[in-house]
């Protein structure tokens, strides 16, 4: 008997696109938009396939060698196959999200920041803004200008797995984060208002981890954007300072 693996029939194509159906018209109700719910649903498919394959990849290279040398290696051809297989539906899955083959929206070209990727990398920088400080006041019309910049650096490839790239990065730097809050951002002594303004913003972390992999590109978006060039001065000084 194996309960899961009848389990896993039933889970069949219909009773899947089923329970697609069924969360979009959820999400609709809440007044998201229908692409918009569809490209989510897509991204948690593709990065359920992602790690998926990464994990039977990570298994390929290992096979059981009781039953002779020609049985491991036929075992890791089919796990390699498997594993390729399922990295390829994983990437096709991506592109589909993420309208990947619709004109200006190549994975690995730099479009102009979507709606939804906008709202994801919200998201992501909240919570590891408020790991280090506490909310402020700053213009939320100003953080999504800053935010449409900081994405303009990167390909629709990257901005899929930005939120990972973020967590990777405050947790790099925890430490220097914290000093850098306590000495500039919100409860500090620094008025909200100046050049260390934008640490008074959840996307000034967004903005370092850029700042420090790609500052001729940051420094192009942002100057098209229009935004304070002291503000990427005062974040950098600020991060200097914490390092002391």
Request: avoid cysteine; aromatic fraction near 4%.
């Amino acid at each position: 008997m194996n309960p899961a693996g009848e389990g896993l029939q039933q889970l069949d194509a219909v009773s899947v696109l089923n329970a697609k159906t069924t969360l979009v018209q959820l999400l609709l109700r809440a007044g998201v938009h229908p692409g918009d719910a569809g490209e989510l649903i897509g991204l948690v498919e593709a990065g359920t396939l992602a790690v998926a394959h990464e994990q039977i990849g990570g298994s390929a290279g290992t096979a059981p060698t009781e039953k002779g040398e020609p049985y491991a290696s036929g075992w890791l051809d089919g796990a390699r196959a498997v594993a390729d297989e399922l990295g390829d539906i994983a990437e096709r899955t991506l592109r589909d999200a993420v309208g990947a083959d619709a004109p200006g929206r190549a994975l690995d070209e730099r479009p102009p920041a979507g709606r939804m990727e906008l709202e994801r990398a919200k998201v992501a920088v909240l919570p590891l803004y408020l790991s280090f400080t506490t909310v402020s006041d700053l213009d939320p019309e100003v953080s999504e200008q800053v935010l449409t910049a900081v994405l303009g650096t990167m390909s629709t490839r990257e901005r899929t797995g930005y939120a990972g790239r973020l967590t990777r990065f405050a947790t790099a730097h925890h430490s220097r984060l914290e000093r850098m809050y306590a000495q500039y951002g919100p409860g500090s002594a620094i008025a909200i208002h100046g050049r260390y303004s934008l640490l008074h913003s959840p996307t000034s972390v967004a903005v370092l981890e850029r700042l420090l992999t790609v500052a001729s590109e940051l420094r192009e978006e942002w100057d098209a954007a229009e935004l304070p060039p002291a503000w990427l001065e005062g974040l950098t000084t600020a991060w200097d300072a914490a390092g002391s």
